[in-house]
């Protein structure tokens, strides 16, 4: 991610149950994505013993059989997704163990508010940040468009700062209500900011590159009315490819 020259379009494999994805489908989105990081979700933890046996998804994809299926050539990051915790406590157990497991040591850090799971409980992240940060790891937590936990994070010393612009699954883009917070983190240009939450259009996701995002996450929206995740992330990819080529200024 750092350091990156061009858009990066992160994504995961499924936000809930519903959305199935086999290791093939997963390989082809990322394929499809040109991403370079495989998000390895965590809510299984207590019950794999290896971490190759950690989900990709929420179907039967695996670390070990997406990987498998990429092959040595397809070079891929994994990293660590920390999905859908509401306290600092679980989050930093969580991923502890998971680094356990695998070896990975970057950590894709949410702490969601405990009723909707759909927004970021801000403080609770920053302080499980504040632990994983101090175990070395390289931490990506996920903020809600706050200006002051922003700054909090940029103290933490993260290299990357994920921030919303409306709740998870809303695919309402940058709610006008964040725009002026999003417009002062992204002046500020000091590590990279990425679009996570709330996207649901391709327009969300040029917006993003005007605006000055390095990158984007998508996930609820590749799966909307029963669409086809591949296809999606093509189309996706195709639009971002082309609107990073248009001068700004």
Not at 45 to 68: K, N, Q, R
Not at 123 to 136: E, F, K, M, S, Y
Not at 146 to 168: H, K, N, T
Not at 200 to 212: K, Q, W, Y
Request: hydrophobic share 50%; aromatic share 4%; net charge negative.
């Amino acid at each position: 991610m750092i350091g990156a020259t061009v858009f990066e379009l992160f994504h995961c494999f499924g936000a809930k149950p519903e959305h199935q994805v086999s290791a093939d489908v997963a390989a082809r989105m990322l394929g499809a994505s040109k991403c370079r990081y495989l998000a390895v979700n965590t809510h299984t933890i207590a019950s794999v013993e290896t971490g190759d046996e950690l989900p990709v998804g929420y179907a039967d994809a695996t670390l070990g059989s997406v990987t498998a299926l990429l092959g040595p050539d397809r070079a891929i990051t994994p990293v660590l997704n920390i999905n859908h915790p509401v306290t600092a406590g679980e989050a930093v157990q969580r991923a502890r163990r998971a680094v356990e497991l695998t070896g990975v040591r970057i950590i894709k850090l949410e702490v969601l508010d405990a009723d909707t799971l759909t927004t970021s409980h801000n403080d609770a992240v920053l302080a499980a940040a504040r632990q994983l940060v101090d175990d070395g790891l390289e931490v990506w937590p996920l903020i809600s468009a706050d200006v002051a936990a922003y700054r909090a994070a940029l103290e933490l010393g993260v290299p990357m700062v994920r921030v919303m612009g409306s709740p998870i699954g809303a695919r309402r883009g940058i709610d006008d209500r964040v725009r002026a917070a999003i417009d002062v983190i992204l002046a500020g240009d000091e590590v990279p900011v990425m679009l996570d939450g709330g996207i649901g259009s391709v327009a969300d996701l040029t917006e993003a590159i005007e605006l000055g995002f390095e990158s984007a996450l998508v996930n609820s929206c590749l799966f909307t009315d029963g669409a086809d995740p591949v296809e999606v992330l093509a189309r996706m990819r195709a639009a971002v490819d082309a609107a990073a080529l248009v001068p700004r200024g």
